[in-house]
């Protein structure tokens, strides 16, 4: 009997302890890119040209999650995730999404500490990798305020809770809610943030998104949609939609409303010995950062080889333009304090200086993917 009662013990300690073991996870990423960029000045003082070849990380992080239960019903979850410059451009580790949580069958999941804002959940139209990732600020190496220009974005905010209802069976909807301090969130006040997103696996999708105070000082909604034409004829092309309007608040920010859409195609190859994917993503932006007038266009063609599942090679040809944008072409240097007339009048502290005029990027690279 004591036997017995040892046995369940040591297998009940070594099931406890298997539930309690983070999972380590991570990617390496790393392109080279050929990268022909330049900044036509207004005024023609302020001029920038970049013509280089740039070995880039892209989104390169590890991190440990795990969940442990907690009662039958409900379970602790957790996440630590940094990302890294595996190029070495950028010393030690960024905080990615990093929380502590519970997820629970009957209530859903509920987590807190830096989360993606929710807008990103309905982002299921973005097919571009490597330089033009994301939405893509697509700045220069050596001016990172300098380059291309795309619409607001989705960002990781600080000090934030999301909430994500549980899925039902017969419900194919998933509602995700945030909220977000203002204690480290800049300029902003409170932040909230709610995502409504559609799939019932019949290869439809669509998605709903509205931001106030978070990714941006004003609001943002997002409108999403993708069809997988393979569940209704026979050609393996996943097509993609995005329109999203944003009104600025802030200060520097024009008085317009910014407004963009996305239109992406993907196919899958199969006259390969792995599986291969092409891609295509346009990108429109009208009256970047609410300024009049302030315009781009982006267009992205490329294309991934899968030698396993997590080991991928890239490669991709873009170019964005942007018209009527302000950015940043040089520092103004400090200057020292004085005297004058007895009394000490202090200096300039050292400050951007700021030009408007025409942004062109174009990029050509490739690269490989390490994922863990």
């Known amino acids: 009997m004591k036997k017995l009662l040892l046995a369940t013990a040591v297998a009940a300690l070594s099931v406890s302890a298997a539930n309690a073991a983070p999972t380590l996870y991570g990617k390496a990423f790393v392109t080279a890119d050929y990268v022909n960029a330049e900044f036509d000045a207004a005024d023609s003082v302020n001029d920038y040209d970049e013509d280089t070849v740039e070995i ?26 940094y990302g890294t410059s595996v190029d070495g451009d950028k010393d030690g580790f960024k ?5 502590l949580g519970v997820v629970n069958k009957n209530f859903g999941e509920i987590r807190a500490g830096k989360n993606q804002s929710t807008l990103d959940y309905v982002n299921n139209v973005i097919v571009n990798d490597g330089y033009w990732d994301n939405l893509g600020g697509n700045k220069l190496e050596s001016n990172e305020d300098a380059g291309g220009l795309n619409m607001a974005d989705s960002s990781r905010i600080n000090s934030s809770i999301v909430w994500m209802t549980p899925k039902y069976d017969n419900l194919p909807l998933q509602l995700s809610v945030m909220y977000s301090s203002d204690e480290d969130n800049g300029n902003k006040d409170d932040g909230f943030g709610a995502a409504l997103m559609f799939d019932q696996g019949t290869g439809f999708t669509a998605g709903v998104a509205y931001d106030k105070d978070q990714n941006i000082t004003g609001d943002i909604i997002r409108g999403t949609a993708t069809v997988d034409l393979g569940k209704y004829v026979a050609a393996p092309i996943t097509l993609g939609a995005l329109y999203q309007v944003a009104d600025f608040d802030g200060a520097g920010s024009g008085d317009e409303d910014e407004k963009g859409f996305i239109l992406s195609a993907a196919m899958g190859l199969a006259n390969f010995a792995r599986p291969a994917t092409i891609y295509t993503q346009y990108n429109n932006t009208t009256n970047l950062n609410g300024v009049d007038n302030a315009d781009s266009d982006q267009i992205v063609v490329g294309g991934k080889y899968f030698f396993k599942d997590n080991i991928i090679m890239h490669a991709y040809a873009g170019m964005n333009k942007a018209d009527n944008v302000s950015t940043v072409v040089g520092t103004k240097p400090a200057t020292p304090g004085s005297i004058v007339d007895n009394k000490f009048v202090p200096g300039e502290p050292e400050s951007s200086i700021f030009a408007k005029g025409d942004a062109e990027v174009f990029v050509v690279g490739g690269g490989l993917e390490y994922k863990f």
């Not at 880039?56 to 995730?81: C, F, M, Q």
């Not at 905080?95 to 929380?99: G, H, S, V």
């Open 56 to 81: 880039n990380s892209n989104s390169s992080r590890i991190g440990i999650k795990g969940s442990e239960a907690l009662t039958a019903n409900t379970d602790v979850i957790y996440r630590l995730e």
């Open 95 to 99: 905080n990615r999404d990093t929380y």
